[in-house]
């Protein structure tokens, strides 16, 4: 099998081969039909998250080891199974859920494995989809997408499923109550058509790129509102009707939690997703004063997959545009993302 993995950080991606996989016990073995590119593949590759500061959150220190193989959005087709692997058929079209834990502590077993403190995510601690071929260790991973394009259904397993574990923190308001969407980029996009899906009452899209600001009213923004014009937070309150309750910032700089912040009703609510970094300080008084609730939302449950899925099914949900390039491509889709060039998302097709 190839693989596009990261040997040194910082470094373009490397092609290797080494020899295919045999499943063993619940594992399966999947080909490579469609691998989504993040942008916390970004800062995979970078080999570290910015702390702000001056501090850094290195891979290498959290255990990374290289070479490492990334993907975390990935389709395939089973290629074989292993003797405990029941129910998969070899030709048929998974999704594959990648945040996946040590499956025996009390998270994993509530059901939330995206926070166990014992992960093995594919694309992050295990080997991942930039690649022809995959192992997933168990059959219950795996979501039947056989009725939905692979390049378009790949990116439910992050960009999707992390938009819809922190749309569904808004909670009941999000049916009376304006939504703010802070940043429209590929995960802003897949957001807006979600937060519409789950009836929505009205998506408020900040973004400094007038591209992707158009790319929101497309996709059914009710404002699409510049976050660096001097008066963007009065903009932000009169598009939200007066009262902003909740914020979705899905870029996480220093400039857009403040704007969030200064934009948000007493009582109101940010939810922080984006991992682009930075550091803030924030009176505390405030915090109480204003009743605000400060949330981090990560990627999101198997559960909540299936539950987006079939959100997808019922609403028809349409797809976010998709820039499908060969595996091989690799490469130029990272630092095409990385320029800020893509509007959507990039599939790599094996
Ligand atoms: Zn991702
Ligand atoms: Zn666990």
Same mark, same amino acid.
Request: proline share 6%.
């Given at each position: 099998?190839?693989?596009? +993995?990261?040997?040194?950080?910082?470094?373009?991606?490397?092609?290797?081969?080494?020899?295919?996989?045999?499943?063993?016990?619940?594992?399966?073995?999947?080909?490579?039909?469609?691998?989504?590119?993040?942008?916390? !593949?970004?800062?995979?590759?970078?080999?570290?998250? +910015?702390?702000?500061?001056?501090n850094r959150l290195s891979m290498a220190e959290r255990g990374m080891k290289l070479p490492h193989?990334?993907?975390?959005?990935?389709?395939?087709?089973?290629?074989?199974?292993?003797?405990?692997?029941?129910?998969?058929?070899?030709?048929?079209?998974?999704?594959?859920?990648?945040?996946?834990?040590?499956? +025996?502590?009390?998270?994993?077993?509530?059901?939330?494995?995206?926070?166990?403190?014992?992960?093995?995510?594919?694309?992050? =601690?295990?080997?991942?989809?930039?690649?022809?071929?995959i192992v997933v260790p168990h059959p219950r991973y795996l979501l039947d997408v056989a009725d939905l394009p692979a390049g378009e259904a790949?990116?439910?397993?992050?960009?999707?499923?992390?938009?819809?574990?922190?749309?569904?923190?808004?909670?009941?308001?999000?049916?009376?109550?304006?939504?703010?969407?802070?940043?429209?980029?590929?995960?802003?996009?897949?957001?807006?058509?979600?937060?519409?899906?789950? !009836?929505?009452?009205?998506?408020?899209?900040?973004?400094? +790129?007038?591209?992707?600001? !158009?790319?929101?009213?497309?996709?059914?923004?009710?404002?699409?509102?510049?976050?660096?014009?001097?008066?963007?937070?009065?903009?932000?309150?009169?598009?939200?009707?007066?009262?902003?309750?909740?914020?979705?910032?899905?870029?996480?700089?220093?400039?857009?939690?403040?704007?969030?912040?200064?934009?948000?009703?007493?009582?109101?609510?940010?939810?922080?997703?984006?991992?682009?970094?930075?550091?803030?300080?924030?009176?505390?008084?405030?915090?109480? =004063?204003?009743?605000?609730?400060?949330?981090?939302?990560?990627?999101?449950?198997?559960?909540?997959?299936?539950?987006?899925?079939?959100?997808?099914?019922?609403?028809?949900?349409?797809?976010?545009?998709?820039?499908?390039?060969?595996?091989?491509?690799?490469?130029?889709?990272?630092?095409?993302?990385?320029?800020?060039?893509?509007?959507?998302?990039?599939?790599?097709?094996?």
């Amino acid at each position: 099998m190839q693989s596009y +993995d990261i040997v040194t950080f910082g470094e373009p991606l490397q092609r290797l081969e080494r020899p295919t996989p045999t499943p063993t016990g619940t594992e399966v073995l999947l080909r490579v039909t469609a691998a989504g590119v993040c942008h916390s !593949d970004l800062h995979i590759l970078d080999g570290y998250f +910015d702390l702000g500061g001056g501090n850094r959150l290195s891979m290498a220190e959290r255990g990374m080891k290289l070479p490492h193989t990334l993907g975390h959005e990935t389709v395939g087709e089973v290629v074989a199974a292993g003797p405990g692997a029941a129910g998969v058929a070899p030709g048929s079209r998974y999704l594959v859920y990648p945040w996946i834990g040590c499956g +025996d502590c009390g998270v994993c077993r509530a059901g939330e494995e995206q926070l166990c403190l014992a992960p093995r995510f594919l694309g992050i =601690q295990s080997a991942g989809g930039y690649a022809d071929h995959i192992v997933v260790p168990h059959p219950r991973y795996l979501l039947d997408v056989a009725d939905l394009p692979a390049g378009e259904a790949a990116p439910y397993a992050c960009s999707g499923l992390t938009t819809y574990g922190a749309l569904r923190k808004v909670g009941p308001a999000i049916e009376r109550d304006a939504v703010v969407i802070i940043g429209a980029g590929g995960l802003g996009l897949m957001a807006l058509q979600i937060h519409r899906a789950m !009836d929505g009452h009205r998506a408020i899209a900040i973004d400094i +790129d007038p591209a992707k600001r !158009d790319a929101a009213m497309r996709a059914g923004a009710f404002a699409a509102i510049d976050g660096a014009a001097p008066d963007a937070v009065a903009q932000i309150k009169a598009a939200a009707g007066g009262q902003v309750w909740a914020a979705i910032d899905l870029v996480g700089s220093e400039a857009t939690v403040r704007l969030a912040l200064d934009s948000l009703t007493k009582g109101g609510k940010l939810i922080v997703v984006g991992l682009f970094g930075g550091a803030i300080t924030l009176p505390l008084p405030l915090l109480p =004063q204003r009743a605000l609730t400060l949330q981090g939302s990560y990627v999101g449950s198997l559960g909540e997959l299936h539950e987006l899925l079939a959100l997808v099914r019922r609403r028809k949900i349409p797809s976010i545009p998709i820039h499908e390039r060969p595996l091989g491509e690799a490469n130029g889709a990272i630092e095409a993302l990385r320029a800020g060039t893509v509007v959507g998302r990039t599939v790599l097709r094996g």
